[in-house]
T-cell receptor, first 115, second 112 residues
């Protein structure tokens, strides 16, 4: 298993540009998440999904959109990039077994700079 | 919503010493408390977790304690080694799936 795969690893955007951060997992996990990590800070939840076709907002959703058309893929869309969106973005997934959730499996991250 | 505070922000110890990192949470309904280790430029990785029906959990040199009354939980690392140097994050969740709220992290430096 490749686990959680994120692309690209690095990206520089100009203000106002748009882009999609890709995330795919091959573990058949129901739950997927997008977090952002700013320097010296913890991870903040942007959006999450409990299954294909179902998404919901996290703590910091403004400026982002997501979709979950398949179990495997959970892309994150930035429509009008702003300097405040400069961050490292982590995608993660987890599964549910009985009443217990598995630990989060993180991807390697995408480092995004908006100038 | 949930708020997680983590202290200290930086911790320097000598190899072989113990290290303790503390977190407090605000939502008494939180029932899942994982700890993640993040090495420089790498992804966060789970090192240990505890659920609210357990007061303490150990895994070799790592232990986590939970005090639900006081709403705080701590990570204990004994016999620290240079490879323990990393940023450690605590987190809390009160939902059936892992909608985690993270602390701001502790940078642990273990000197030989």
């Amino acid at each position: 298993n490749a686990g959680v795969t994120q692309t690209p690893k690095f990206r520089i955007l100009k203000i106002g540009q748009s882009m999609t951060l890709q995330c795919a997992q091959d573990m058949n996990h129901n739950y997927m998440y997008w977090y952002r990590q700013d320097p010296g800070m913890g991870l903040k939840l942007i959006y999450y999904s409990v299954g294909a076709g179902i998404t919901d907002k996290g703590e910091v959703p403004n400026g982002y959109n997501v979709s979950r058309s398949t179990t495997e893929d959970f892309p994150l869309r930035l429509e009008l990039a702003a300097p405040s969106q400069t961050s490292v973005y982590f995608c993660a997934s987890s599964s549910l077994t009985g009443n217990s959730n598995s630990p989060l499996h993180f991807g390697n991250g995408t480092r995004l700079t908006v100038t | 919503g949930e708020n997680v505070e983590q202290h200290p922000s930086t911790l320097s110890v000598q190899e072989g010493d113990s290290a303790v990192i503390k977190c407090t949470y605000s939502d008494s309904a939180s029932n899942y408390f994982p700890w993640y280790k993040q090495e420089l430029g790498k992804r966060p990785q789970l090192i240990i977790d505890i659920r609210s029906n357990v007061g303490e959990k150990k895994d070799q040199r790592i232990a986590v304690t939970l005090n639900k009354t006081a709403k705080h939980f701590s990570l204990h690392i004994t016999e620290t080694q240079p490879e323990d140097s990393a940023v450690y994050f605590c987190a809390a969740s009160n939902t059936g799936f892992q909608k985690l709220v993270f602390g701001t992290g502790t940078r642990l430096l273990v000197s030989p």
